[in-house]
Nanobody, 121 residues
Framework: QVQLVESGGGWVQAGGSLRLSCAAS????????IGWYRQVPGNKRELVAS???????DIADSVKGRFTISRDNARNTVYLQMNSLKSEDTAVYYC???????????????WGQGTQVTVSS
């Protein structure tokens, strides 16, 4: 099992920056990847960035050049650095972990509680 705790959301002016944190605990040794999703009411949840256990990253076109994803393995924490924020970035941001059970070898997804990011124009 994996638990995810998110922090760093809040209010920011357009053009500003914010860093979100996702701290993982539990059986973190078999996490395959961690990603950041965002969702606004009425819209599909959008994957904005992900990082694999070997450090490969993927960034959505909508945020490419502005957002970066990184990790601190010693702290089991993944960060989403958000620069040049736009009002369109306003959403609830969720951290998710893709985890493989060491017992069954089945893959499961675990989700954080979400953190609100509001960008004022």
């Amino acid at each position: 099992q994996v638990q995810l705790v998110e922090s760093g959301g809040g209010w920011v002016q357009a053009g500003g920056s914010l860093r979100l944190s996702c701290a993982a605990s539990g059986q973190t040794q078999t996490i395959n990847a961690i990603g950041w999703y965002r969702q606004v009411p009425g819209n599909k949840r959008e994957l904005v960035a992900s990082i694999s256990s070997v450090g490969r990253t993927d960034i959505a076109d909508s945020v490419k050049g502005r957002f970066t994803i990184s990790r601190d393995n010693a702290r089991n924490t993944v960060y989403l650095q958000m620069n040049s924020l736009k009002s369109e970035d306003t959403a609830v941001y969720y951290c998710t972990a893709v985890w493989t059970s060491p017992i069954s070898s089945r893959t499961f997804d675990f989700w954080g509680q979400g953190t609100q990011v509001t960008v004022s124009s």
